[in-house]
């Protein structure tokens, strides 16, 4: 009995320690990346509309972050109106597959 306790307990501890895969598709996601590179894809890239900030690298974020972000800029949580609109024709099977690729593609450190 106390073996099998010891048993399952390393084993769920094993578990654990798996890295936790995103729910979209990585391969899916790269090949959706085209709307996204124009302003993500390129480093230190700043924009004037409708405010001028620093525009994030996704490379490396967590997916759980990006598919929340997609979904408030598409609802109306988060306002920017390019964000909105590119958000807002995204399904959620999209979302996550670019965050699956985004989460998988780290390139070094962020902006």
Same mark, same amino acid.
């Given at each position: 009995m106390k073996l099998t306790t010891m048993t399952l307990c390393a084993s769920a501890l094993l578990l654990l320690t798996v890295p936790v895969?995103?729910?979209?598709?990585p391969k899916a996601g790269q090949l959706k990346t085209s709307?996204?590179?124009?302003?993500?894809? =390129?480093?230190?890239?700043?924009? !004037? *509309?409708? $405010?001028?900030?620093?525009?994030?690298?996704?490379?490396?974020?967590? %997916?759980?972050? =990006?598919?929340?972000?997609?979904? !408030? *800029?598409? $609802?109306?949580?988060?306002?920017?109106?390019?964000?909105?609109?590119? %958000?807002?024709?995204?399904s959620e099977r999209d979302m996550d597959d670019l965050a699956a690729y985004y989460a998988s593609s780290y390139s070094g450190a962020a902006n």
């Open positions: 895969q995103a729910a979209g598709d709307m996204c590179a124009g302003c993500h894809g =390129i480093a230190g890239w700043r924009t !004037a *509309y409708p $405010s001028v900030y620093s525009v994030p690298k996704l490379g490396g974020q967590h %997916a759980d972050y =990006i598919v929340a972000a997609l979904k !408030a *800029y598409k $609802s109306g949580e988060r306002s920017h109106p390019s964000m909105k609109a590119i %958000a807002g024709s995204l």
